[in-house]
């Protein structure tokens, strides 16, 4: 009788490791894989719809003389009136300092190449233990010709 009763002490002792196991298990690797997909599932969810944005902007009715200085705050203040209100992206109207913008290129007579450049903030990186790319942030870029503007200073 006692050896029956010392084999079913210790299937219950292994029947508590086992569930011990299976919780250690789920708390160290099963959940922060499920957070860690979940939050890139969102990053890139935010990047598909932010793609697009720098890629359709009217800056066609930018016309005339400007240096650089008043150019880029051209370009800024045109694309900022051109997305009001980004929806679910952003709380509010977006930013200036989200918005860049690079003269790559002045052509030798009339004309501006621009390069245009959105970041919105993206998903959390839970804290910093989840690489993200770009910091978390979300960069969209495009790169305009601007016909009829000519720049009063010779280069940017």
């Given at each position: 009788?006692?050896?029956?009763s010392?084999?079913?002490?210790a299937r219950?002792?292994?029947?508590g490791?086992a569930a011990l196991?299976?919780a250690f298990?789920?708390?160290?690797?099963l959940i922060?894989?499920?957070?860690?997909?979940i939050?890139?599932?969102?990053y890139?969810?935010?990047?598909?719809?932010?793609?697009?944005?720098s890629?359709r902007?009217?800056?066609?009715?930018i016309?005339?003389?400007?240096?650089?200085?008043?150019?880029?705050?051209?370009?800024?203040?045109?694309?900022?009136?051109?997305?009001p209100?980004?929806t679910?992206l952003?709380?509010g109207?977006?930013?200036l300092?989200a918005?860049?913008?690079?003269?790559?290129?002045?052509?030798p007579?009339v004309g501006?190449?621009?390069s245009v450049s959105?970041?919105?903030?993206?998903?959390?990186s839970l804290?910093?233990l989840?690489?993200?790319?770009n910091?978390?942030?979300i960069?969209?870029?495009a790169t305009y010709?601007?016909?009829?503007v000519?720049?009063?200073?010779?280069?940017?």
């Open positions: 009788m006692r050896r029956t010392m084999r079913r002490s219950q002792d292994e029947r490791a196991e299976a298990f789920l708390t160290v690797v922060p894989l499920l957070l860690g997909v939050t890139y599932g969102m890139f969810w935010k990047a598909q719809q932010v793609a697009p944005l890629q902007l009217p800056l066609d009715s016309v005339g003389q400007f240096n650089c200085a008043q150019l880029v705050d051209r370009v800024k203040t045109t694309v900022q009136n051109a997305l209100s980004l679910g952003v709380q109207p977006l930013p300092t918005i860049g913008v690079n003269v790559v290129n002045v052509l007579t501006v190449d621009v959105i970041t919105i903030p993206g998903a959390s804290g910093g989840l690489p993200l790319p910091g978390g942030s960069v969209t870029e010709r601007l016909q009829n000519e720049l009063t200073t010779a280069g940017c």
